[in-house]
């Protein structure tokens, strides 16, 4: 079992930042890919983000290429999202997930934290 806790989400002006960490616990952390997803009222769970354990790998939905980094600290057993210019559009809640591999599809991961709210006002 993996428990996954997402964190540092909130309100900002639209071309602020905010960056999102999700603490870990469980089984090995660093033997687990980790992804973030968003989901906005009345959408579907989208991709944002993900990094692969052997080598941290990192995939970008286009939507927040150059604008999101995700990264990983093996020895802090978290993983983060710096977002930064935030659009209007990017208002969602943030959930991160660990799976086997770093895939762009909810499916492929097995755990998932409660999510964090972003908020970006324009």
């Known amino acids: 079992q993996v428990q996954l806790v997402e964190s540092g989400g909130g309100l900002v002006q639209a071309g602020g930042s905010l960056r999102l960490s999700c603490a870990a616990s469980g089984r090995t952390f660093s033997r687990y890919a980790m992804g973030w997803f968003r989901q906005a009222p009345g959408k579907e769970r989208e991709f944002v983000a993900s990094i692969s354990w052997i080598g941290g790998t990192t995939v970008y939905a286009d939507s927040v290429k150059g604008r999101f980094t995700i990264s990983r600290d093996t020895a802090k057993n978290t993983v983060y999202l710096q977002m930064n210019s935030l659009k209007a559009e990017d208002t969602a809640v943030y959930y991160c997930?660990?799976?086997?591999?770093?895939?762009?599809?909810?499916?492929?991961?097995?755990?998932w934290g409660q999510g964090t709210q972003v908020t970006v006002s324009s």
């Open positions: 997930a660990a799976g086997p591999v770093a895939g762009g599809r909810d499916v492929e991961y097995g755990y």
